[in-house]
């Protein structure tokens, strides 16, 4: 004890050692009466929506999402923002009837419409645009370039909602002047397109009318279909879906482009040479409530400017931006918005009437056509009642009108909205031309988005999913535009067309307008093998 | 009851909603740059456990087609990845699912090796590395739930069930639709058969599977020897001793004789 206390406590060498064999005995025992119990298998720790979590193998009804297409010209997706929601598939499937309405196994194409309604329903914008705002701003800052842009009908009512303004603000000014801020050179209005367009399609429709009733077409082209109803065709996502579902109807769609086209091809002909511009150096830029505007860009017979300058590699339109793009570039620029001073839309492709801005609302082509188709076959401008046609006006699926004209007789019109209505219609006509029977309308305006390109798959996503209250803000907007702030409400009044008929283009359906502002259409049905239901 | 998994890869369209549900459920990381989870470039690696590879095929009428083939692992009845496990990290459940326990691997990666199919992946770019593969959800399945993948399929490709039902259920759409379908179920009967069966209206090969493994269960091959091992030993440890005592006797009998000849003394 005495040497203990005097050296610290002592430690026999063999006690040590029995104590280190003991701990790793009782060490690999511990270790391996751990392999008993083998813990937790990996995985498992995540979560997924309520609806797939019930016990057992329950029947889910929303489920999934939406196939896309990695190279689709107008939608992308980002799987890290992906919950399975099944909204996009809501919205393609019963809004659109799209997805569902194919059999399996698939052909070599994901069928897209390019509409771009899973990308406004989506909550948690999984599903966008393809962002092409680089690109554009690389051709802004060109300075050899020429860089022109126009805006559809539906962004001055809409784009003032992604700077807090309420919804359905008019900002047309505002927009024009954030453009101009933005470096582009030159701002044109869809507006003005979409009164060329109805002087074109109003025109087409006369001939196709006069055509049925056994006279010719005054300036009918030589090649013109002649089928009734004409459909519309300014909505480039219904335009696929014509061509996916009721290849046998095409006959019946409009020749005509749309607007967006109509102005990119014209921009690069007429303002080119009017200017004295290389049309190799204009870049033309959209701006577009809509995401299958890209796709329609990108469509290969887009290149009437180019043939006609001998550079069939030329776009009639270069870009398409997003309503949503253009906020975005202007948030990126640090403009503040909501305090620019008004400006106007630069000449020779800026003048608008009330007949092209309510194309942005479901009813509005047919109203603009229906207001100058009045003046094409009696020669005299509308009664006051066809100013405000209530009939094809509001967010029903499927509008109806019929009304008399001077001369003529009766003209009977549809609208549809939402391509799920449009089937109604389409299966109707279809019926009938394969019963031999009389076609029961003139003229039918179908547009891909429900309420119109004012609720395109472009435009701010103000409520998620888009709702019917901010149909209406819009929708009231646009109406207001045409009855109280438009100088004139008639698409054959526009100074800046009837000049471009004058200097340029000859007469509507004319050689030139032929050339320039029409199309042809591809039959997609081999793509798919079309269902009548999902 | 052995669950198992019934995969008809025509009714695929691709929209990689089974990728996500996967994603979501086991927490894995995305990386769609170099470890894209749909399309030509998917892979299965250690982030992902489960891929729809996207294939250029020619279909029936002799037209251009696009397929899409969800790959995980295969969950075998007979998994050569648990035979080869030193630890027991791997194990077959007896509700189907091969599944992994991180907490008992010593990361040696024989499973790797064993495996027909080159499933399993290792977290190369961690410090501590796990293995990494499909668990076909087991905490799922054995609360009678099937797989997230399955619950989330928009076109139902897949369909969860017994086994035994399934390869009976593979069989009456082959015989329903002989038209459409290949006639072979994939993984009836590949490597003594695996939980999730196939039925495709291409060539298996075409779409990325892997046709040239064995119709038998690998460790069978390897039971050949090993069941054979303690005859082998023991008999070995018998005439090897026998032979020593031998030895022993006979130098012991010849040093007694060397003895008696007077050899040379220590």
């Keep these: 004890m005495k040497t203990k206390s005097k050296n610290g406590p002592s430690c026999s060498r063999r006690f040590f050692l029995k104590g280190l064999g003991a701990a790793g005995m009782a060490g690999a025992l511990t270790t391996l009466s751990g392999c008993k119990d083998a813990g937790k298998p990996s995985g498992g720790e995540g979560w997924t929506p309520q609806q797939y979590n019930a016990p057992g193998s329950w029947p889910v009804q929303v489920r999934g999402r939406v196939p896309i297409d990695p190279h689709n010209p107008s939608i992308v997706r980002d799987d890290r923002k992906c919950i399975l929601c099944g909204q996009c598939t809501e919205a393609c499937k019963h809004v659109q009837s799209v997805e569902g309405f194919y059999g399996l196994p698939i052909k070599n194409d994901i069928t897209c419409i390019n509409c771009g309604q899973c990308a406004l329903w989506c909550p948690t914008g999984a599903i966008s645009e393809r962002d092409d705002i680089a690109k554009v701003l690389r051709v802004i800052g060109d300075t050899r370039l020429h860089v022109i842009v126009q805006t559809a009908p539906a962004t001055r009512i809409a784009i003032g909602e992604e700077f807090g303004m309420p919804a359905g603000s008019i900002v047309e000014g505002k927009m024009v002047a954030a453009l101009k801020l933005l470096g582009f050179d030159r701002v044109f209005d869809t507006n003005f397109s979409a009164d060329l367009t109805i002087m074109e399609e109003g025109t087409e429709l006369v001939n196709r009318i006069r055509a049925a009733a056994g006279g010719h077409g005054e300036s009918g082209h030589g090649h013109a279909p002649t089928a009734l109803p004409q459909f519309s065709s300014c909505s480039p996502g219904w335009v696929k879906f014509c061509e996916y579902f009721y290849p046998d109807l095409l006959e019946n769609m409009s020749t005509c482009k749309s607007p967006q086209q109509m102005l990119g091809a014209v921009a690069k002909t007429y303002y080119a040479k009017k200017k004295g511009i290389d049309p190799r150096q204009i870049v033309s830029v959209a701006i577009m409530p809509c995401t299958a505007k890209k796709f329609e860009a990108s469509r290969s017979e887009m290149n009437s400017a180019g043939v006609m300058a001998g550079d069939p590699g030329m776009r009639d339109v270069d870009f398409v931006l997003t309503t949503r793009e253009l906020a975005r570039m202007i948030k990126g620029k640090g403009i503040d918005f909501v305090k620019l001073d008004p400006q106007p839309y630069d000449s020779l492709m800026g003048e608008g009437t009330g007949a092209a801005v309510i194309f942005a609302a479901s009813g509005g082509v047919m109203e603009a056509a229906i207001r100058s188709g009045y003046f094409l076959l009696t020669g005299e401008n509308p009664p006051e009642s066809l100013y405000n046609l209530s009939a094809v006006r509001g967010l029903q699926g499927v509008k109806e009108a019929s009304l008399t004209v001077p001369g003529f007789g009766e003209l009977r019109v549809a609208v549809s909205q939402g391509l799920a209505n449009a089937r109604q219609l389409l299966d109707q006509i279809r019926a009938d031309k394969q019963a031999g029977r009389p076609p029961r309308y003139h003229f039918i305006e179908f547009m891909a988005c429900p309420g119109g390109c004012l609720s395109g798959g472009g435009q701010p996503k103000t409520s998620v999913p888009p709702s019917d209250w901010v149909r209406k803000e819009r929708l009231h907007s646009i109406y207001t535009i045409d009855a109280k702030l438009a100088k004139k409400r008639l698409s054959h009044e526009n100074k800046e067309v009837a000049d471009l008929y004058a200097d340029y283009l000859g007469k509507p359906n004319g050689d030139m307008a032929h050339r320039l502002l029409h199309t042809t259409y591809t039959d997609r049905s081999g793509q798919l093998t079309a269902k009548n239901k999902a | ?266």
């Design chain 2, 1 to 266: 009851m052995s669950k198992g998994v019934l995969v008809d890869m025509t009714k695929c369209f691709g929209c990689g909603a089974c990728t996500v549900a996967c994603k979501l459920w086991n927490e894995k990381k995305y990386d769609e740059v170099n470890k894209p989870t749909v399309g030509e470039a998917a892979q299965l690696v250690d982030i992902n456990w489960t891929v729809v590879s996207k294939h250029d095929v020619t279909d029936g009428n002799g037209d251009a087609a696009w397929r899409f083939a969800k790959k995980q692992c295969l969950h075998c009845v007979d998994p050569a990845c648990a035979s080869s496990c030193l630890v027991g990290a791997l194990r077959r459940t007896p509700e189907g699912p091969v599944v992994y326990h991180p907490d008992l691997c010593v990361g040696c990666r024989y499973c790797m090796v064993a495996c027909p199919f080159n499933i399993p992946k290792y977290e190369w770019d961690k410090s501590f590395p796990k293995v990494s593969k499909c668990q076909m959800c087991f905490t799922r399945v054995v609360a009678g739930e099937q797989p997230a993948c399955i619950a989330v399929c928009p076109n139902q490709v897949m369909q969860f069930g017994d086994r035994d039902a399934l390869v009976r259920e593979a069989h009456r759409r082959i015989a329903d639709n002989g038209q459409l379908y290949v006639n072979h179920v994939f993984g009836e009967t590949e490597v003594g058969g695996t939980a999730w069966l196939y039925l495709s209206d291409q060539p298996f090969d075409r779409l990325g599977f892997k046709t040239s493994v064995p119709q038998e269960s690998l460790p069978a091959y390897t039971w050949q020897i090993l069941s054979k091992l303690p005859a082998i030993l023991l008999g070995w440890t018998a005439i090897l001793s026998g032979i020593y005592f031998i030895n022993k006797r006979r130098n012991g009998a010849a040093e007694g004789k060397q003895d008696t000849t007077g050899g040379p003394q220590a």
